[in-house]
């Protein structure tokens, strides 16, 4: 099936700040992600609404389409493909060809993503291998802290990991209602630094202001605690995941 993308030139979403973000339709992700359907941000509010228009045909267009306007961003732009949906692919089977378009597509731009895509499969690994080297970073997205030490030993991408809700606390303070929120960055069990990203916990700061997942080289894993109304289906899949 052919995919169906959607891009916002200008993001009003308060974490990613204002840089252009994209949508892939839902099928896009595989078959084999624990989230779908159980717990994935992605689905919830008005990204989700989206998603489902994005999905339907009701916005968007082709991966031509997509390509053009990405390829009309100005020089050194940072943009995120796909606040909802993953890369190019059918069932667990990543599209090389339409990673490819993607990959020249964003040739002098600093375009990055996520994929839970499986990586056992050896196609898959190249695909991702190569849109790193070629300048388009694809984080491996990992279920949970041992998920993200086996990722991270393939040695083909920077690596992301679910976290626990508590690794980022809301504190009282001893005044009326006013929170603040307080990082607890941690370790993988093969001791790898992994540090909460950043937006999670701070006001002004943004992927935009960031830019921290769109580093490929020597770079800790990035931890995102799971959140919103499906947080308790979330945290299940990373109790369960392998």
């Known amino acids: 099936m ?10 009003g ?18 078959d084999s992600c624990p989230l779908k359907g159980n717990g994935c941000y992605g689905e919830l509010s008005y990204q989700g609404m989206h998603w489902e228009k994005v999905t339907r ?31 190019p692919g059918q069932g667990d089977k ?25 990586m056992a499969d050896f196609d898959n690994r190249v695909a991702v291998y190569w ?29 992301v990991t679910l976290l626990p809700a508590g690794q980022v606390q809301l ?3 001893n005044t009326g209602y006013n929170y603040k929120c307080r990082k607890l960055n941690t370790v993988t069990p093969a001791g790898r630094t992994v540090i909460v990203c950043p937006a999670t916990y701070k006001k002004r700061v943004t992927c935009a ?9 020597n770079r800790p894993v990035i931890g995102f605690p799971v959140h919103g109304s499906k947080s308790k289906a979330a945290q299940a899949v990373m109790d369960s995941a392998a």
């Open 94 to 118: 990543i599209d090389m060809a339409a990673v490819r378009k993607l990959v020249i597509a964003n040739i002098g731009k600093r375009g990055y993503t996520y994929t839970h895509y499986p």
């Open 131 to 159: 849109a790193n080297r070629e300048g388009f970073t694809i984080n491996l997205s990992a279920n949970n802290l041992v998920h993200a030490d086996n990722l991270a030993d393939l040695n083909i991408a920077p690596v």
């Open 171 to 173: 504190i009282r303070q």
């Open 2 to 11: 052919m995919h169906n993308y959607h891009m916002t030139r200008r993001s």
């Open 209 to 217: 202001t960031c830019k921290l997942c769109q580093k490929k080289g």
């Open 57 to 87: 045909r009701e916005r968007g267009g082709d991966l031509d389409e997509l390509c053009g306007k990405i390829e009309a961003l100005p020089d050194r732009q940072l943009w995120r493909h796909n606040v909802s949906g993953d890369l």
């Open 13 to 30: 979403n308060g974490k990613t700040g204002k840089i252009p973000v994209t949508t892939t339709s839902a099928e896009s992700c595989p």
